[in-house]
């Protein structure tokens, strides 16, 4: 199975730090390093060599525009740049340095998630359509079809079931599957989730496939058989 994506943080604030290791690894599922100065940025990079670095401006040893930099010379690996300071000419120059994404103090850590999720999505875009065990997804045209029959999904069931395609075998937890299908970042409970993928389950079966192709992961979530 694939590992998951690791995060390299560089944040000098314990408190922020360990708020945005918290969310990233119970809900989105990433690993995550961290470290606090900006002198030790460039030495963690290329030891962990992470799949996105989340990086303060304001950092004791280097700065974050010049660990940008230094980045930018030897990876084009994504970088999300999160700070303090609003203006614009800070926002400029972050991008025009080669960062990917820009958030500001003070953040929603599941918007942080997001962005962190969006950035890894462009950056390894997933094929246009996926195909697994009889199970075709594409995403360009929102469908999804079994063994050759077309799936009637409601948006909801087909963003889950992408998700769960995305990584066959890999369990995801009911956090994780919230944060992919409700962009909006609305609060839901665990047992929405289940509901969705009951019927899910229900269309799967309709079609042919068997009602086990999605798997519960007892205290755990769900996962897609593979």
């Known amino acids: 199975m694939k590992a998951p994506p690791t995060i390299l943080i560089v944040e000098d604030e314990a408190k922020i730090a360990s708020l945005l290791r918290d969310y990233l690894e119970k809900t989105g599922g990433y690993r995550t390093h961290w470290v606090a100065r900006g002198d030790e940025a460039l030495d963690a990079f290329r030891d962990v060599s992470p799949d996105l670095v989340l990086l303060d401006l304001m950092l004791p040893g280097l700065g974050g525009l010049e660990v940008c930099k230094a980045i930018r010379l030897e990876s084009q690996v994504p970088?999300?740049?999160v700070t303090a300071l609003v203006e614009e000419i800070d926002r400029l120059l972050g991008l025009?340095?080669?960062a990917d994404d820009y958030i500001c103090k003070p953040f929603?850590?599941?918007?942080?998630?997001?962005r962190v999720k969006a950035v890894l999505r462009r950056a390894n875009p997933l094929p246009q359509s996926a195909q697994f065990s009889g199970l075709q997804i594409d995403e360009d045209s929102h469908q999804a079809?079994?063994?050759?029959?077309?799936?009637?999904l409601s948006p909801v069931e087909f963003a889950l079931l992408s998700r769960l395609a995305a990584q066959p075998g890999r369990v995801f937890s009911r956090d994780q599957l919230m944060s992919s299908i409700y962009s909006d970042y609305r609060i839901v409970s665990d047992r929405t989730v289940d509901t969705h993928v009951k019927n899910?389950?229900?269309?799967?079966?309709?079609?042919?496939?068997?009602?086990d192709?999605?798997?519960s992961v007892y205290g755990?979530?769900?996962?897609?058989?593979?």
Do not use: C, H
């Open 96 to 98: 025009e340095l080669g």
């Open 200 to 211: 899910l389950r229900r269309k799967l079966e309709e079609s042919g496939a068997g009602n």
């Open 145 to 152: 079809s079994i063994n050759g029959k077309q799936l009637k």
């Open 220 to 226: 755990v979530g769900y996962r897609l058989a593979n």
């Open 213 to 215: 192709l999605i798997e």
């Open 79 to 81: 970088v999300i740049m």
């Open 108 to 114: 929603s850590p599941r918007e942080v998630v997001a």
